[in-house]
């Protein structure tokens, strides 16, 4: 009797050290495929190309899916997932693993990425550009769209701003004024009247009042806004009362990063509170 009684002990205990083996087995990462540093490698050499180059947004989200999968198998065999003590624990773990991965990833993706580059605009752009001018009333000013004399892929791409001035109902002239500016600031700037001639040819810092909430000029902030382009101000002592210069100069950087009119106006309308914005050199 007790010679069966410990047989049948014997047994349990094999099959419990069986069953311990076999989950141990299944607790172990995969050996066939690639070693998790091989992917967290390859993430880090991604996220380097991504940071050091500013690509174009399909390469970008190529980068960036591809960052996302080498991601899945070191989660996956992470102590943290491996630990649970259940199949379903371990699913879990890893959904919620990934997730945090990928808002982190999210996050790093719009940190790197590039600016939107000057090009003919789309229908879709065109219309809010539009909409948003027709806004204001410009038929009492005299719009000239102007650029450098010397940058033909600059004047070119301003010729198309004639169009759509003039659909919103603006008086706009109907050429690309080519001029040569003693001060000529990079990407897109508003002139107005103002300052004077005589001072301002004699000091490098001469300005003049620029009405950042004038309604002519605030509709045409929010208009180049609406296609992510930020204009900066300026004044003129050379032009006339009712006369409005959009001067397009070399393409910056990003044309997206506000300027201080961006600053100015937001603090004129009431978007944002406090003391007047610093002007930005």
């Known amino acids: 009797m007790n010679g069966q009684k410990s047989r049948a002990q014997r047994r349990e205990a094999a099959r419990a050290l069986a069953k311990e083996l076999l989950r141990a087995e299944r607790r172990k990462p995969s050996v066939a495929g690639l070693d998790s540093g091989w ?87 065109q219309a809010s550009f539009e909409n948003a001018l027709r806004l204001q009333n410009g038929d009492d000013l005299d719009v000239q769209i102007a650029c450098p004399s010397d940058d033909e892929k600059t004047c070119t791409y301003a010729q198309q701003y004639i169009n759509l001035v003039g659909k919103a109902h603006w008086n706009v002239e109907p050429y690309v004024d080519r001029v040569a500016l003693t001060r000529a600031l990079d990407g897109v700037t508003i002139y107005r009247r103002g300052g004077n001639k005589e001072y301002s040819s004699k000091h490098r810092d001469a300005g003049g009042y620029f009405e950042i909430n004038e309604p002519h000029v605030v509709a045409l902030q929010n208009a180049f806004d609406s296609i992510h382009i930020e204009p900066e ?45 610093v002007q930005q050199p």
């Open 39 to 125: 992917y967290l490698g390859a993430f880090v050499a991604l996220g380097l190309f991504l940071a050091a180059s500013k690509n174009g947004s399909r390469v970008s989200t190529t980068v960036l899916a591809a960052m996302a999968l080498c991601l899945v198998s070191p989660i996956w065999r992470s102590v943290f997932v491996q630990s649970a003590s259940s199949r379903a624990g371990r699913n879990s773990r890893f959904v919620g693993l990934t997730l945090v991965a990928l808002v982190l990833l999210s996050l790093f993706g719009a940190y790197v990425w590039p600016p939107i580059r000057r090009h003919t605009l789309t229908t879709k752009e």
């Open 233 to 277: 101000g300026g004044t003129n002592p050379d032009l006339a009362e009712k006369v409005m210069v959009i001067y397009f100069g070399p393409e910056r950087e990003d044309e997206a990063q506000p300027t201080n009119l961006t600053r100015d106006i937001e603090w004129a309308t009431g978007k944002h509170t406090g003391r007047f914005p």
